[in-house]
């Protein structure tokens, strides 16, 4: 049995869902759409968060190491454009690529984190740790920046990268939220390219990012069109 808890609207299980999806692999979705209680969500992980992945009889959490262990244990198609990567770092190059992926996964919570204040009801204007958070975005990404040999190219050169894909995710969840915080792709020209080619493989397309703002009640037909209530 595979099977991956997930809600629509996390940056973390979109990367996994895009790697299950490049990877080619079936799994049962457990799409949250409203926040279930701390028992249900303690049921599937102490960490309380999503995603939680179900595989051959394993139970594993946090997104970096749910993408480590599908790269460990399934094989990615070997003929092809632009084709995943068969490991999250490269031979010989594991402690770079480890701190890429670890760079973005921070990246990744500072977004989040600013995002989940705001709808607690505390902007990050407002907060000196939130604000902390965004100034620590453009530093961010600016070392990753520099990471990129050039703007055709991801992390790992020609093949796609975990990296290439949760970095995807995150700005693009960032893009996608009225969080108020200026990307300023202008200054990080490989990252917006990078962003433009992911986005437009159908795995980023068959789990798009969702707009989502506090009014957002669902989504139209095509699952991605945002429904507001009528006044
Ligand atoms: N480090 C975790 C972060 C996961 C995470 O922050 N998930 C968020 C959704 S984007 C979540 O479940 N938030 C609920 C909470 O923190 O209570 C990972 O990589 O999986």
Redesign the pocket.
């Given at each position: 049995m595979r099977a991956l808890r997930y809600?629509l609207?996390?940056?973390?299980?979109r990367g996994v869902r895009i790697l299950l999806h490049e990877l080619d692999l079936e799994y049962e979705h457990q799409a949250e759409l409203t926040t279930p209680s701390v028992e249900e969500r303690a049921s599937a992980s102490p960490?309380?968060?999503?995603?939680t992945l179900w595989d051959d009889g394993r139970t594993l959490?946090?997104?970096?190491l749910i993408a480590d262990y599908l790269l460990t244990t399934y094989t990615p198609a070997t003929e092809g454009i632009g084709l995943l990567a068969p490991t999250i770092a490269r031979p010989g190059q594991e402690w770079e690529d480890k701190l890429t992926l670890a760079t973005i996964?921070t990246l990744?919570?500072a977004a989040?984190t600013i995002s989940?204040m705001k709808w607690s009801g505390v902007r990050w204007q407002e907060n000196d740790y939130l604000t902390r958070g965004q100034e620590r975005l453009p530093h961010l990404l600016g070392w990753l920046e520099r990471r990129l040999p050039d703007a055709d190219s991801g992390f790992f050169g020609d093949s796609v990268s975990v990296q290439d894909i949760f970095l995807t995710c995150h700005l693009s969840f960032v893009a996608n939220r009225p969080l108020e915080l200026a990307l300023r792709e202008q200054d990080h020209p490989r990252i917006a390219a990078l962003g433009k080619r992911m986005e437009a493989r159908p795995s980023f397309i068959d789990n798009p990012i969702l707009w989502w703002d506090p009014d957002v009640i669902g989504y139209g037909p095509d699952g991605r069109t945002p429904l507001y209530a009528k006044n």
């Open positions: 809600t609207g996390s940056p973390f299980a960490t309380l968060q999503v995603p959490w946090e997104s970096g996964q990744g919570t989040t989940q």
